[in-house]
């Protein structure tokens, strides 16, 4: 009749709870993700004082991107796009809430074991942090108070767990708490993360010296202006992709969760390694310099076959050649490794930055300061390599090496060391999904060898000949090259397929290859329906 266990029964207590009173583990789980929470905020509005990379959740996510194998890597981009971070962050939040919830269940049944994980949580977090490029000893101490203050709350939530069924303010047990002030309790944390999270945020707000120092920047007046486009560099065709990609709509790839935040005033970017000389250059010195335009297409080795990691925009900066002529490099040297500041590394080759090329140092983009996530104040452009060997944003240093010598961050992850581009050409229009009628159909896109520059593109429908497309004007061996055909269609289903011959008269190749090692290969082909 009365219930059995550890309680003993008495007679005079009216008993409503069936079996012996137990916290409740709806709530329990509760403890638990707001003692993660609490670990998070305080971690990051003490992060505010030791730099992003202090933050063990940015250092965690971080670290998961470098350990990111090239093949998760490209789906990861096939699936979400240049939202690649949004979801990486949504995955961490939902580990972080079971994670959360599981702790708290342990801390019901094994407070001390749950202490444990949660120290535990912390040392992974600790040890990401301190892995990270240029973290110092310091560095640990958002982690370690944020985990001090996790522990801290758990056991204070958990001492006041309600039994589950209760809701009397009489229970006598040896978590002795009822709801209501299990409930305040969980109230007074849940607004301590919320202050903490968001003084952090602020804090790190009024630390934005970057954005500041970018909006007060004027540049200078390019020394050899970029020659200007040609009238008819647009293909015929509407719809196709305009010639120059407006900023806000160009591709963003790299590593970096968050912008970096550098400050142009204290930027200086140091020339090392095999070198007669070491030079160093600050910004103020580079603004002075006697800076170059150039148009430049920038593609990313990650892009699929019609993809659209690729973009085109007017850069000003100064030839990394004539910084590498005053530090003089030693014979024997055949690579560049450019560093940023957050520890990315690119692998160029030597000679590609010495000759006569439009390699750049550039500072702006379409007429403006880099944006921030373009690599402001100061990031690399090189025609005709892929991004991840050349195209390194918030570069601070540029060590003359060799190949043998050192390693770029992308080589060790699946991709080749060396990364031209390859040929490629893109149908923009029509769409797969586009309402089309028998009769004149205007076909259009963009085709690319940077550096070589586009001579011919061609048109297949169907299993028909190959035929010749009409190209728009050449602005630069360096830039794509648009195209038009005008396809007097016949209703039905049909495959229009497109390839680029390059200057070298190398037809663009059939071979489909995925981006991973060294960048997509074969011919785009778009399906339609025509009525
Ligand atoms: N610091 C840094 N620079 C970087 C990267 C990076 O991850 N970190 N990614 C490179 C890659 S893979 C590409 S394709 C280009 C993309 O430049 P964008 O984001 O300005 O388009 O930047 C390159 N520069
Ligand atoms: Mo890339």
Redesign the pocket.
Known sequence: MTPVGDSPPTASAPSVHPSPARPDDRWAAVSGVLACAVTLAVASLVAVLFGPSSNPAVAVGGAFVDATPAWLKDAAIAAFGTNDKVALFAGMAIAFLLLGALIGLVAARHLRVALGLVAAVGAVGLAAVLTREGAGTGDALPTLVGAVAGMLTLRALVARLPLRGSTATTEPAQYGSDRRTFLRYAALTTSLAAVAAVGGQLLGASRRIAETARSALRLPAAARPAPALPAGVQSAAPGVTPFVTPTNE???????LLIPQVNPDTWSLRVYGMVEEEVEITFDELLAADLVEAWVT?A??SNTVGGE?V?NAKWLGLPIRELLARAKPLPGADMVLSR?V?G?T?STPLEVLTDDRDALLAVAMNDEPLPL???FPV?MVVPGL???VS????VTELKVTTFADDVAYWTPRGWTERGPIKTASRIDVPRPDADLTAGTIAVGGVAWAQHTGVIAVEVQVDDGDWVAATLADEASTDTWRQWSYRWEASSGRHTLRVRATDATEEVQTSTQAPPAPDGASGWHEVTVEVA
């Open positions: 160009f591709y963003r790839i790299d590593t970096a920038l990313c080795v990691l973009g940023s957050d990315f690119a996530k373009h690599g990031r892929y991004g991840y195209a390194t944003k918030w």
